[in-house]
């Protein structure tokens, strides 16, 4: 199965509440923090609300 590596690049200090809860949902908590999702439409819509605080990387 597919998955998303999601790694946090920049600070959530300066992002909306919503980004932060964003952030939070995909379970990451600091800077250079990486997570592996499951490719779906829902990470699919969290990732684009913080793509520009994160980096994405599709595995299989």
């Given at each position: 199965m597919a998955t998303y590596r999601i790694t946090q690049l920049k600070s959530r200090i300066g992002a909306t509440k919503k980004?932060?809860?964003?952030?939070?949902?995909?379970?990451?908590?600091?800077?250079r923090h990486t997570v592996e999702r499951p490719v779906c439409p829902e990470?699919?819509?969290?990732?684009?609300?913080?793509?520009h605080l994160v980096k994405v990387e599709e595995t299989n």
């Open positions: 980004q932060r809860a964003t952030l939070d949902t995909l379970g990451l908590r600091k800077i990470v699919k819509g969290m990732i684009h609300a913080v793509h």
